[in-house]
T-cell receptor, first 116, second 111 residues
Framework: SAVISQKPSRDICQRGTSLTIQCQVDSQVTMMFWYRQQPGQSLTLIATANQGSEATYESGFVIDKFPISRPNLTFSTLTVSNMSPEDSSIYLC?????????????FGPGTRLTVL | RKEVEQDPGPFNVPEGATVAFNCTYSNSASQSFFWYRQDCRKEPKLLMSVYSSGNEDGRFTAQLNRASQYISLLIRDSKLSDSATYLCVVNRGGGADGLTFGKGTHLIIQP
């Protein structure tokens, strides 16, 4: 596995503002992902963070709302823009470390966001 | 039909008992299958990958039935520390990256 850290671990923000979440991995990884886990729900993939190119977004998520950076193989950021209370959620980054054809993923500790 | 479907529970099980969870998935292109464990207010942690032939890791046994698109997890001799939410997870297949998560089955082991 890998050691994955996220900053901040939690935040309370006012609507209309933006928050940037950082994800740092202790080794170089090709695949990094951002997920959201809304209260009482399971994880939903937001986007795949590609190094050196634009992120690949899932249906229902757009770059203007969730811009992502991936400047190198150990770091990525996710920004939640123009926040509303509906954005209150846990945001998790993950890295893909699959072996033997399996695409196992390991998760950071998450960022708990509350929007007032 | 949901992409990954699980019984949400909760399953209340006495310590030492055997408990089984099931999961069905709808995407026939999925090629990789996993069980993750998520404790309250924590991130999901990989419990085990699920192989076509079935696999065992200590007290945990996972089975895959591709024809029925069905995955199971068996926990023997359950411990209090097994109390958690168990997430059935499949990859999206077809060249798409990322994982699809079930909503989880909540397990409570009672002393």
């Amino acid at each position: 596995s890998a050691v994955i850290s996220q900053k901040p671990s939690r935040d309370i923000c006012q609507r209309g503002t933006s928050l940037t979440i950082q994800c740092q991995v202790d080794s170089q990884v090709t695949m990094m992902f951002w997920y959201r886990q809304q209260p009482g729900q399971s994880l939903t993939l937001i986007a795949t963070a590609n190094q050196g190119s634009e992120a690949t977004y899932e249906s229902g998520f757009v770059i203007d709302k969730f811009p992502i950076s991936r400047p190198n193989l150990t770091f990525s950021t996710l920004t939640v823009s123009n926040m509303s209370p509906e954005d209150s959620s846990i945001y998790l980054c993950s890295v893909g470390l699959g072996t033997g054809g399996l695409d196992e993923q390991f998760f950071g500790p998450g960022t708990r966001l509350t929007v007032l | 039909r949901k992409e990954v479907e699980q019984d949400p529970g909760p399953f209340n099980v006495p310590e030492g008992a055997t408990v089984a969870f099931n999961c069905t998935y709808s995407n026939s292109a999925s090629q990789s299958f996993f069980w993750y464990r998520q404790d309250c207010r924590k991130e999901p942690k990989l419990l085990m990958s699920v192989y076509s032939s079935g696999n065992e890791d200590g007290r945990f046994t996972a089975q895959l039935n591709r024809a029925s698109q069905y995955i199971s997890l068996l926990i023997r001799d359950s411990k209090l520390s097994d109390s958690a939410t168990y997430l059935c997870v499949v990859n999206r297949g077809g060249g798409a990256d990322g994982l699809t998560f079930g909503k989880g089955t909540h397990l409570i082991i009672q002393p």
